[in-house]
């Protein structure tokens, strides 16, 4: 198993961050260098269509399955590679509101009997491409 953990505190309520994530029909690639398209609805059980575009490698597409959709708290689904346990993602965005901002927690837990075959230079510019989704996310909660 790998984890990547990023945090960013983003001068916004949780309820305003919240509404960024879940607007789905909002996501290109002018406001979301990491995740540039994602359709479908934030809620467990329901399909999504994602694509990102880690830094200098080519965008991919994947269709996870939202397993956590609890409002201004935690956004949560899982992506697999054909067969469970071959290569799966579990992405996540957790909200804590706090005094003077609230705090994104973006993560992404990797684990299946393909992981080595991926290597460190994926894993390592999807962390990048977190980093610059939160910063853009940032950007786009203070300003709007």
């Given at each position: 198993?790998?984890?990547?953990?990023?945090?960013?505190?983003?001068?916004?309520?949780?309820?305003?961050?919240?509404?960024?994530?879940t607007d789905?029909?909002?996501?290109?690639?002018?406001?979301?260098?990491?995740?540039?398209?994602?359709?479908?609805?934030?809620?467990?059980?329901?399909?999504?269509?994602?694509?990102?575009?880690?830094?200098?490698?080519?965008?991919?597409?994947?269709?996870?399955?939202?397993?956590?959709?609890?409002p201004e708290?935690?956004?949560?689904?899982?992506?697999?590679?054909?067969?469970?346990?071959?290569?799966?993602?579990?992405?996540?965005?957790?909200?804590?509101?706090?005094?003077?901002?609230?705090?994104?927690?973006?993560?992404?837990?990797?684990?299946?009997?393909?992981?080595?075959?991926?290597?460190?230079?994926?894993?390592?510019?999807?962390?990048?491409?977190?980093?610059?989704?939160?910063?853009?996310?940032?950007?786009?909660?203070?300003?709007?």
């Amino acid at each position: 198993m790998r984890l990547i953990e990023t945090a960013i505190d983003i001068h916004a309520s949780a309820a305003r961050v919240w509404s960024i994530l879940t607007d789905f029909s909002a996501y290109s690639a002018a406001w979301n260098p990491f995740i540039t398209a994602a359709e479908g609805e934030a809620r467990p059980g329901a399909r999504l269509r994602i694509i990102i575009a880690p830094p200098g490698r080519r965008p991919m597409t994947f269709r996870p399955v939202v397993l956590v959709a609890v409002p201004e708290q935690e956004l949560r689904w899982l992506g697999r590679l054909l067969l469970p346990r071959l290569f799966d993602g579990e992405h996540a965005f957790r909200l804590e509101q706090q005094t003077e901002a609230c705090r994104l927690w973006h993560t992404e837990r990797f684990s299946g009997v393909l992981l080595p075959l991926f290597g460190e230079g994926m894993l390592e510019a999807t962390g990048r491409g977190f980093e610059a989704m939160n910063a853009a996310l940032r950007t786009r909660a203070e300003t709007a």
